[in-house]
């Protein structure tokens, strides 16, 4: 696959020098190679919301694409840092979670045994033990820039993946909040908060095309299903909105407003789709 692109996704900001110093330590090692910021906005420690943008982006990059995903609250732990590879990209990153929603797309059935889940025969994970690759002296609080940066940079420059760690069969898996649907009802969670407030669920689009007339409720709220933040014409003030989001999932919104800050919603809201099977 081709390895020229590599693409950042972190829980540091912008304010702090951390970003800059993970690319400059790609720099030193491949000065060619072409970086790539998805978000340094992940919302800080929030495994699942990296998880899920990483899933909901990573198609839309090159195959062969290098992902360095770094929302790692048990840096300098126990935790394994891993390469996992893919049909069509490979992701450095901690073992914690941040991986799962990438293989869930590759799994019929997710079977969670311990925590883990089993890597799926079409994909590959490395826990990464090349240690002379790493910077040094090796920081136990700042693994993106020692260890997940130079080795995506290694990688980058043709370096075998299967000579940089051993192969593991599991993984651990992020805590995933379950969805549920059954008799014209579907029961998710909101994962995440964008930018604009709006609120991001786990309830895939294509679970909504079985219903007919749906309605979504939230924190004592009800809204139809729409189709774009307009249908109806310019909304009213505090006219909350649901529609599937560009990123596969169910969001809630507040044309022209933030839907988390006026109806004081935040991540793990349960949220209800009703409609006629």
């Known amino acids: 696959m081709y390895k020229g692109c590599i693409a950042l996704t972190t829980d540091f900001g912008l304010s702090d020098p951390y970003v800059g110093v993970m690319k400059g330590v790609i720099a030193g090692i491949n000065p060619n190679a072409h970086v790539i910021d998805i978000s340094h906005q992940v919302q800080p420690q929030n495994i699942l919301h990296g998880s899920m943008l990483l899933a909901t982006s990573y198609t839309y990059f090159p195959s062969g694409t ?21 049909p069509e990209a490979y992701f450095v990153l901690p073992d914690n979670g941040l991986v799962s929603g990438i293989l869930h797309k590759y799994m019929s059935q997710i079977e969670v045994e311990n925590g883990q889940i089993s890597v799926p025969e079409q994909c590959a994970a490395f826990k990464i033990t090349r240690s002379d690759l790493f910077l040094k002296p090796l920081s136990k609080t700042f693994h993106g820039r020692d260890i997940f940066a130079p080795i995506a940079a290694h990688i980058s420059l043709g370096t075998a993946v299967d000579s940089l760690g051993t192969r593991v069969e599991k993984v651990v898996s992020n805590a995933i909040y379950p969805v ?26 294509n679970m909504l095309d079985a219903l007919s007339g749906a309605t979504v409720q939230i924190a004592g709220n009800e809204t139809p299903l729409r189709n774009t933040f307009n249908e109806t014409g310019f909304p009213q003030q505090n006219d909350m909105i649901a529609l599937p989001g560009s990123n596969g999932y ?28």
Do not use: Q, W
Request: net charge negative; proline share 4%.
């Open 66 to 86: 290098i992902h360095v995903a770094v929302v790692d609250p048990g840096v300098g732990t126990d935790r394994d840092p891993l390469i996992v590879v893919t």
């Open 180 to 205: 549920t649907h059954a008799d014209g009802r579907i029961i998710g969670s909101v994962i995440y908060i964008d930018h604009f407030g709006n609120l991001v669920t786990n309830i895939e689009n």
């Open 250 to 277: 169910l969001e809630i919104a507040l044309p022209n407003g933030n839907a988390s800050l006026t109806f004081k919603i935040s991540a793990g809201a349960e949220v209800t789709v009703s409609g006629h099977v």
